[in-house]
């Protein structure tokens, strides 16, 4: 039986496939907030107060919860929309949400995904 050999193209894309199928649990990085909108990606009213978010690949439905690392306060989101679709960003929070966690503008976040 011959060795199997793996061309680093082959395995780089194998991980890529793999990461796409297991979306990260935990994350950290900036985040925003958005207050307008009328329907989210997920098809279903926006609602500027609500406890939801939006995510780049996460799936609808999952729920997040984010840590505010400046003021130690953490919410549990479910992902409703995508985005954010500004470099750098790593998840858009309804008004609502980035309330609770007593955000300005953007702030510093881990996410962890709640089983």
Same mark, same amino acid.
């Given at each position: 039986?011959? =060795?199997?050999?793996?061309?680093?193209?082959?395995l780089l894309g194998t991980l890529v496939s793999l990461a796409a199928l297991n979306p990260a649990t935990a994350q950290s990085g900036a985040a925003s907030w958005y207050g307008s909108g009328h329907q989210t990606a997920n098809g279903e009213r926006f609602n =500027?107060?609500?406890?939801?978010?939006a995510h780049r690949s996460? =799936?609808?439905?999952?729920? %997040?919860?984010?840590?505010?690392?400046?003021?130690?306060?953490? %919410?549990? %989101?479910?992902?409703?929309?995508?985005? =954010?679709? %500004?470099?750098?960003?790593?998840?858009?929070?309804?008004?609502?949400?980035?309330?609770?966690?007593?955000?300005?503008?953007?702030?510093?976040v881990s996410l962890h995904v709640v089983d």
């Open positions: 039986m011959k =060795p199997v050999r793996w061309s680093a193209a082959a =500027p107060n609500g406890m939801t978010a996460l =799936p609808f439905g999952t729920r %997040v919860r984010v840590e505010n690392k400046q003021t130690g306060r953490s %919410v549990v %989101v479910r992902i409703n929309d995508r985005g =954010p679709f %500004v470099r750098g960003r790593i998840i858009d929070l309804s008004r609502g949400s980035a309330r609770a966690l007593g955000m300005g503008g953007t702030s510093y």
